[in-house]
């Protein structure tokens, strides 16, 4: 559809207010007023369903969010260095959904200010700063991790101490054997530098590099061969965490690897902005000596507050377990129209994060995939799409999805793929 002059006059204040480094979704922006569970709603009404927001993951506007946010403010917003039992009894309730060595956690903003706490950390407790990342990998937007964040485009330089490495590709004839040498290359390489090893940085499920869940064989060898070399093991857990998977809280566990440290985000606080990184406590004892840490808005009444309830929701209504049972129905449906539609390539994902390449005659095609997703978009559903090469529909619907929202989405789909889309 053709955009309203309302939605005209807002892109054109958006670019003089906000400047030229901000993008809108979609060939058609949406312009949204309200949200509830898996709906976004325009000013005039029509819902949108949420097939991509991993933020409020226990739904828009989730009224025991809400509740316990609203009454934290109305009752103290303050900071962590007077003493509050909010931020130590969600520290408590967090800590308890992870394996045992991994008893600290330290509250920042974002994801990004939760990793480039994690590298510093690094450099700290091994004396290194080489860095590792897969090929098209995002780990946010402060300038040490932006330079560790190979998806940014040729516009963000890799750092001289920062090495990329393809991601685990689950076609190779030993995709675990194949990562580890991977890994062991870029060790090699930032030793022939004369750069110590520091950190392997991963999204325990490759999101930016088009979403490999699987094999769960992976990360176990590079993790050990990163240790080898004297460097630390991060799961990045922003995408991935806290439920998303179905068969466990954390992408790490999938795979039986114990990482060193874990970094935490968007769906934190379903909105609210609210991330940390977790950690085994021997990581952290050489940054503890030297340097003390604090952040203003990290881990306050109001986020600790917040973040608790969103653990409840997620534990009280069962979200894990939908998840998985509903993330196994959408996968086995996207699977059938894959024997029906020659655009839909590979189907990968775990749990309510799925992907579908868009292929024509069996090569990646970009701009199909753009089609597609503006396609949906007039239908009222929204999604994006992902990848080295950007034709990977990346679905990452909030974790109280449906097995309706699935099957409208999967009846829409078809009906656009039918146009030969
Ligand atoms: N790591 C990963 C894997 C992410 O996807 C993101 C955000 N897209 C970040 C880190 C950065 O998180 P934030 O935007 O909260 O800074």
Not at 2 to 21: D, I, Y
Not at 144 to 170: D, F, K, T, W
Not at 290 to 298: H, K, L, S, V
Not at 338 to 356: C, H, M, T
Request: some cysteine; overall charge negative; proline content about 6%.
């Amino acid at each position: 559809g053709a955009l309203g002059p309302v939605e005209t006059a807002m892109v054109a204040r958006r670019q003089s207010l906000l400047g030229p480094a901000y993008r809108l979704f979609y060939e058609t922006p949406v312009h949204l007023v309200r949200g509830q569970g898996v709906w976004l709603y325009d000013p005039d009404g029509n819902a949108y369903l949420d097939t991509y927001n991993n933020v409020a993951s226990v739904g828009h506007a989730h009224p025991r969010v809400v509740s316990a946010m609203a009454e934290q403010a109305a009752t103290l917003a303050t900071h962590t260095r007077y003493l509050h039992d909010g931020v130590l009894a969600y520290a408590e309730r967090l800590l308890g959904h992870f394996p045992a060595p991994l008893t600290h956690v330290m509250f920042t903003c974002t994801g990004s200010e939760a990793n480039d706490l994690a590298l510093r950390i690094a450099r700290a407790a091994t004396g290194g700063t080489g860095v590792i990342v897969t090929a098209n990998a995002y780990h946010g937007v402060t300038a040490s991790v932006a330079e560790c964040s190979p998806s940014l485009g040729r516009g963000v330089p890799l750092g001289p101490h920062v090495r990329a490495i393809p991601a685990p590709n689950p076609h190779a004839a030993d995709p675990a054997a194949t990562f580890a040498a991977d890994v062991q290359a870029a060790i090699d390489d930032l030793q022939r530098h004369g750069i110590k090893p520091a950190l392997l940085m991963v999204d325990t499920v490759f999101s930016s590099d088009g979403l490999f869940t699987d094999p769960t064989t992976v990360l176990a060898p590079a993790a050990a061969a990163i240790r080898s070399a004297g460097g630390l093991f991060l799961a990045d857990e922003v995408q991935p965490g806290f439920g998303r998977m179905g068969a466990a809280m954390w992408g790490f566990q999938r795979h039986g690897v114990l990482p060193d440290m874990v970094s935490l985000g968007k769906p934190m606080g379903n909105g609210y902005p609210v991330a940390g990184l977790v950690l085994q406590p021997p990581v952290i004892a050489e940054f503890g000596r030297a340097a003390r840490y604090f952040n203003t808005f990290g881990g306050n009444a109001v986020a600790a507050a917040t973040a608790m309830a969103v653990l409840s929701v997620i534990e009280d209504e069962g979200l894990m377990q939908n998840a998985a049972q509903t993330g196994a129905m959408f996968r086995k449906g996207l699977e059938a129209l894959a024997k029906d539609y020659a655009a839909l390539g590979d189907i990968r994902g775990a749990g309510l994060f799925l992907a579908a390449d868009i292929v024509t005659d069996g090569q990646p095609d970009r701009a199909r995939a753009a089609l597609l997703v503006n396609a949906l978009r007039e239908e009222r559903i929204l999604i994006s799409a992902t990848g080295a090469e950007g034709n990977t529909l990346k679905i990452r619907p909030p974790l109280v999805f449906s097995e309706d929202n699935a099957a409208f989405f999967l009846d829409r789909l078809s009906k656009i793929l039918n146009r030969g889309l």
